[in-house]
């Protein structure tokens, strides 16, 4: 009778601690996919049929910045007129909305399409979206101080012997920067967004951007220029890869 009592008893602890488990894993599962809507809109932001507004005007381009620099959040709406960005800081509560600049707008846009489409009058067809890509940034190296001689790529527009070294040796979650005689080019496959690049002094760096998925990064830098890289504002290592 004493073993029957101790058996209901252990049967009843082991069933508490699996509802009082199951209750933990709904409330991380909560916080893990909360909605921004809230917290948006108490800076004047709000969603309507999948866009973003801000005091009325829709949003363009728009950045959830967290304190270590990375995003919360990011998209490119080109539907959209405003710019604006959201600072959080080490808590993660937002403290302030800013309005990102026209010239740190027209940057982002040229990271990311290689050319800033509000400057088009006309659509660009595919040929002239590839060639705007293709174009380098300038015929000088640097301006105002600053590496200019650097481009975003497809897999297409760069040579045989380095697109094969990406297929067979970039196969690992790893950066890596691909020499050739006369460029380097920096891969990383399978982002989780799209993504922007600036070079600050001599550090590259990569932020995710946008709402694709899949996304590879692909960039072709001057031989003669050496830079460390990092990612939304974390610095990270890579692998060299020499196919001269």
């Avoid at 709000?46 to 998209?75: C, L, P, Q, W």
């Avoid at 300038?138 to 105002?144: P, Q």
């Avoid at 690049?197 to 001057?222: E, P, Q």
Wanted: charged share 30%.
């Amino acid at each position: 009778m004493r073993r029957k009592s101790k058996s209901i008893l252990l049967l009843a602890v082991m069933c508490v601690l699996m509802v009082t488990a199951n209750m933990q894993m709904h409330v991380s599962a909560a916080k893990k996919n909360a909605d921004h809507t809230a917290e948006y809109a108490r800076f004047g932001i709000t969603v309507k049929g999948g866009a973003y507004y801000y005091d009325g005007d829709r949003i363009r381009i728009f950045h959830d910045m967290k304190a270590d620099n990375s995003f919360e959040n990011s998209f490119v709406d080109l539907k959209g007129t405003v710019d604006v960005r959201l600072i959080r800081g080490k808590r993660g509560a937002i403290k302030k909305l800013e309005f990102i600049s026209g010239a740190e707008a027209d940057e982002i846009q040229e990271d990311l399409f290689g050319y800033v489409p509000s400057r088009k009058k006309e659509t660009a067809s595919k040929n002239q979206k590839q060639s705007f890509r293709q174009k380098k940034a300038g015929t000088k190296t640097k301006k105002n101080g600053e590496y200019t001689n650097m481009k975003r790529c497809e897999l297409g527009d760069i040579p045989d012997n380095v697109q094969i070294a990406i297929k067979k040796q970039c196969t690992g979650d790893s950066w890596y920067v691909i020499k050739t005689d006369n460029k380097k080019y920096v891969y990383y496959n399978n982002l989780p967004r799209d993504y922007a690049f600036n070079i600050s002094g001599k550090n590259l760096n990569v932020r995710d951007m946008g709402r694709h998925t899949g996304i590879y990064v692909l960039l072709s830098l001057g031989n003669d220029f050496d830079f460390t890289l990092s990612y939304n504002g974390k610095s990270v290592g890579f692998t060299t890869i020499d196919v001269n």
